[in-house]
Structure formats: C-alpha cells, structure tokens
C-alpha cells in the first residue's frame, strides 16, 4: 500500500481543516487499522488518532480529543482527519501509516508512510 496525504495548509487558530490520506496502490480493505502522526521541527513523532478497518473503533492523543475527527470510507480507500479548533501547538508535518494490527501508537509499528502535509497554523 502506498499511501498519500493530503489537504494541509495555513489557518488561523480557531480554524479547521480536513487532512485526506489515500491509497495509491492496494487497498485499505486489508488493513486493521490507518493512524495519522505528525511532527513538528524539532520534536519526535508523534501519534494523533487511529481507526480500526471497521471503523468501528477510534483512538485520539489527548491533546486532540474532542477536536479532531478520524472517519474512513473503505469503498474510496481514504481515511480522514477532521481538525477543529485548531492550536499554534497543532502546526506540524501530518503523516498517515497503516498497522495490521489495533491498538498501538508507537510510530515502530505502522508502515507505509506516505509524505506528509504541511499544516501552520497562525496565532
């Protein structure tokens, strides 16, 4: 699976956007779970919210639960991230991956990197 991620830009806080992860090749059907990380300049990275193949099951780093949003459409091979009020501390590098299994956040066990997008995020 090759994976693309979309939809970064600069918004000011309190601003939303939509990031879009996509497969390129192959197919989300097969994989248990997609994650989204991200990491700003200087820092590790870092993980962001994950979603299980079914949709069915989500997980969210505390410092955005409650404002971002992960959905996946399977029969469009995309997984979204829904970032509502967004904080100068969210501006980073945004990465999806992929993981066969669920319930992990260490950046080791997912695979299939894509490039990042780029989100800034204005004071």
């Known amino acids: 699976v090759q994976l693309q991620a979309s939809g970064g830009g600069l918004v000011q806080t309190g601003g939303s956007l939509t990031l879009s992860c996509t497969a390129s090749v192959g197919t989300f059907r097969t994989i248990s779970t997609v994650g989204w990380f991200r990491q700003a300049p200087g820092k590790e990275r870092e993980f962001v919210a994950a979603?299980?193949?079914?949709?069915?099951?989500?997980d969210y780093s505390d410092s955005v639960k409650g404002r971002f949003t992960i959905s996946r459409d399977n029969a469009k091979n995309t997984v979204s991230l829904q970032m509502n009020s967004l904080k100068p501390e969210d501006a980073a590098v945004y990465y999806c991956a992929t993981n066969y299994r669920y319930g992990s956040r260490n950046p080791t066990d997912f695979g299939s990197w894509g490039q990042g997008t780029l989100v800034t995020v204005s004071s």
């Open positions: 979603i299980h193949r079914t949709g069915s099951l989500r």
